[in-house]
């Protein structure tokens, strides 16, 4: 018996099932809806009814029937933060999904450059985002490889990238720690080195590493790319995670042109466990708006 299920069964045989309710306030409310996919909201996506209390957000998130929550910024938060919100999530049942591991150079090269300084920087930074991510129990980091290098042919860049990703991955390995490179599409992020599927697809399959996966985020690539479920079955065996933005607006589903319900369906055909992060904004403003945010995501759920 794990952990989790040794616990459950001691509280209900010491306090009986009387006092279960006690249980599920602190898990996800039986009565919550109860999603097919792990969907993971943000900080302050729930604001306006939970209060800026990060702590009061999750247990709202959880209260939802949320399971997963992921935080780009958690590297850089308090300490004390952390595990205050680390205990949370176990108490509420809430999976922690990304964090971005690293300081990411959007216009200047970074990796691609083979800098040798700029190497060692960003493996810092990983060994740095190990500790981070024991402390939340996160199993994902995002990794953006930075800026093209101009000066450079991009097989060259290539070669660069893998060999620092490699380097990575030898730290990670050990910690059962993935990072998830996130190709990043041209209109928003012009000029940088990762920009499709295809290629993080290539670049993941020459560091041949558990510890180095394709994070495809949605949104990102509609823009980019389109054709996105066929591109998720080409990539599949090297996608570690994913996240969500409708498109025009980068707002939650239903907001955009982008058909969820079919693409949620195919992830979840495939038997996906892992997450997928809410990395976007709300359409509506207010209280409002966040329930619309919430009944989109029932409403795209409902493919079973």
Avoid at 43 to 72: C, V
Avoid at 140 to 156: E, F, S
Avoid at 248 to 273: Q, W
Wanted: some cysteine; hydrophobic content about 40%; glycine content about 6%.
């Amino acid at each position: 018996m794990n952990r989790r299920n040794f616990l459950k069964a001691a509280a209900l045989s010491v306090f009986g099932l009387a006092t279960n309710s006690l249980w599920t306030r602190m898990r996800i409310p039986v009565n919550a809806y109860q999603y097919n996919l792990n969907y993971a909201p943000h900080l302050d996506m729930f604001r306006h009814h939970a209060g800026s209390n990060p702590i009061d957000q999750l247990n709202f998130m959880a209260d939802q029937g949320f399971r997963a929550f992921e935080d780009n910024d958690m590297r850089k938060r308090e300490v004390d933060l952390q595990e205050k919100m680390a205990s949370t999530m176990e108490k509420r049942g809430l999976q922690m999904g990304v964090f971005v591991a690293h300081e990411i150079y959007w216009q200047k090269p970074n990796l691609a450059s083979g800098d040798s300084k700029l190497r060692s920087e960003f493996l810092d930074y990983i060994k740095k985002a190990i500790t981070v991510a024991k402390r939340v129990n996160a199993k994902w980091m995002t990794v953006v490889p930075g800026h093209v290098d101009m000066r450079q042919n991009m097989a060259y860049q290539t070669a660069h990238v893998v060999e620092s990703l490699k380097q990575a991955s030898a730290l990670l390995e050990p910690h059962g720690i993935v990072m998830v490179l996130e190709p990043l599409n041209f209109r928003d992020h012009p000029g940088l080195f990762l920009k499709e599927s295809p290629q993080a697809y290539k670049v993941c399959k020459a560091v041949d590493s558990p510890s180095c996966k394709i994070l495809f985020d949605i949104y990102h690539q509609q823009i980019q790319e389109g054709n996105l479920i066929p591109n998720i079955e080409q990539c599949w065996d090297e996608i570690g995670y994913f996240q969500i933005g409708d498109n025009p607006g980068r707002k939650e589903p239903t907001t955009g042109e982008i058909n969820y319900s079919n693409v949620f369906k195919f992830i979840h055909s495939k038997g996906y466990k892992g997450i997928l992060g809410m990395e976007h904004g709300n359409y509506s403003r207010g209280r409002e708006g966040e329930m619309d945010v919430i009944k989109a995501y029932k409403k795209v759920d409902q493919f079973i």
